[in-house]
């Protein structure tokens, strides 16, 4: 399997080494040179196996260049019940990403029990150790730059704290997250974890990483790595879950499925879309944003307009307060035909501040071919939501979940399964989960009063060469 850039500019590249770089030469995104297909007799044979034996069935078609033993071992060694079931009281199931049946076809798919709470857990902890194999294996280090709205950052650094030959720079907006987030990721004490909070939001950070990755001479000489979404190594393993929550969901490859997904960055619904590319019968990916509805108004309307800093909204769903997607860019590619000019004159205006309009292109009447949909959500949505799925289904919700339900009541189909993606454990938004219910939400014993640990984070302006001072600093 072969990995080809978005923007056409880059040479092909095997799975190991788009793993280690991040983003493309030019700038792009990595994508399988073509989608692996998934006949109906290997959909069959996947009905009954283990997360683990799924992890590696889906994965040997994408990492091709790992020994299949070698592969297997990571994904037994990864995909565990000590690692992803976190024993919280009302899971109905001691398996990994259970369905939860809310009424007749509407299910939640628990994503979020692994150890930060958070469905990042689901990838992260196998790129912590396809890292640490590539590495040793090629006798290097790598220096990983992300940046975080939330979720991501604790879900790396947990999946990297004490992986040799690994260091984590991470960026985040010191003020735009929950206090639980803040405290999962600077509380790490760590020798190779560096956090770092940016006077901003996450769109700066996100900037910032782009920033250095595009700077070939730096990201070379200090070994720069990626673990945002836009590492493909994140999208492929995000891929199982869809092949596990339609399995779980269904007991014929004749039955479709929708999966209604709360949307910031893309990198989630982006391994749907591509599930849905490589055969799995989805019919509707039904994409849930929040006041940040950037995303929902290009469904809707063609348009891609993402917003400068000082307009993206601080709302009560924290991790999709995002105006650049980053792996929209990879969904794109697929619409306009995987034509790499087309991407890269259109991220030409997107890098220089403007937008794009798809919708007198002739690429818009393709959008059914995809099965997107999309809605937004809002605060005062938000509390309701939350409410009413504590009052008719006895179970507490995250934000960022109550986005998704939201949205998927309102393009659900009665004749068939929607599953709607849990994104995190209402314990990191304890705010407004009290806000909403007037109670506060379970939590792990291990995360009891984790904000009023001492707390290990540098504070910096929005700018990039203040980030590489420090990475430098710290590497020498």
Known sequence: MQYLSTRGQSPQLGFSDILLGGLMQDGGLSLPAEYPQITDA???????????????????????????????????????????????????????????????????????????????????????????????????????????????????????????????????????????????????????????????????????????????????????????????????????????????????????????????????????????????????LILATNENNVLDEFFRTGAYKPRKTADVKVTSSPSMDISKASNFERFVFDLVGRDPKVVAELWKAVDSGGYFDLSATPYWTRMEEFGFVSGASSHADRLATIRRVHKDYGLMIDTHTADGIKVALEHRDADIPTIVLETALPAKFEETIIEALGEKPWRPASMQNIEALPQRVEEMPVDVQTVKDFVVQHTR
């Not at 999946?159 to 907006?173: E, I």
């Not at 590492?231 to 869809?242: E, S």
Request: proline content about 3%.
């Open 42 to 284: 290997e959909l069959s044979a996947m009905r009954g196996m283990s997360y683990a034996e799924l992890a590696f069935t889906i994965l040997s078609k994408f990492a091709t260049d790992i020994p299949a033993e070698d592969l297997r071992a990571l994904t037994a060694k990864t995909y565990t019940e000590q690692v992803y079931c976190n024993g919280r009281p009302d899971s109905d199931a001691k398996q990994i990403t259970p369905l939860r049946k809310l009424e007749n076809n509407l299910y939640l798919q628990e994503l979020s029990n692994g150890p930060t709470l958070a469905f990042k857990d689901m990838a992260m902890q196998l790129l912590g150790n396809l890292f640490e194999y590539v590495l040793a294996k090629r006798g290097e280090e790598i220096n990983i730059l992300g940046a975080t709205s939330g979720d991501t950052g604790s879900a790396a650094e947990y999946a990297m704290r004490g992986k040799q030959g690994v260091r984590v720079f991470m960026l985040s907006p010191r003020e735009n997250m929950s206090a639980f987030q803040r405290a999962q990721m600077y509380s790490l004490q760590d020798a190779n974890i560096f956090n770092i909070a940016v006077r901003g939001m996450f769109d700066d950070a996100q900037d910032i990483v782009k920033a250095v990755s595009n700077d070939l001479d730096f990201k070379a000489q200090y070994k720069i790595g990626a673990v945002n979404s836009i590492n493909w190594g994140r999208v492929a393993a995000q891929i199982i879950y869809y092949f596990k929550g339609y399995l779980a969901a269904t007991t014929s490859n004749d039955h479709e499925v929708n999966f209604a997904v709360p949307s910031g960055n893309f990198g989630n619904i982006c391994a749907g879309h591509i599930a849905r590319m490589m055969g799995l019968p989805i019919r509707k």
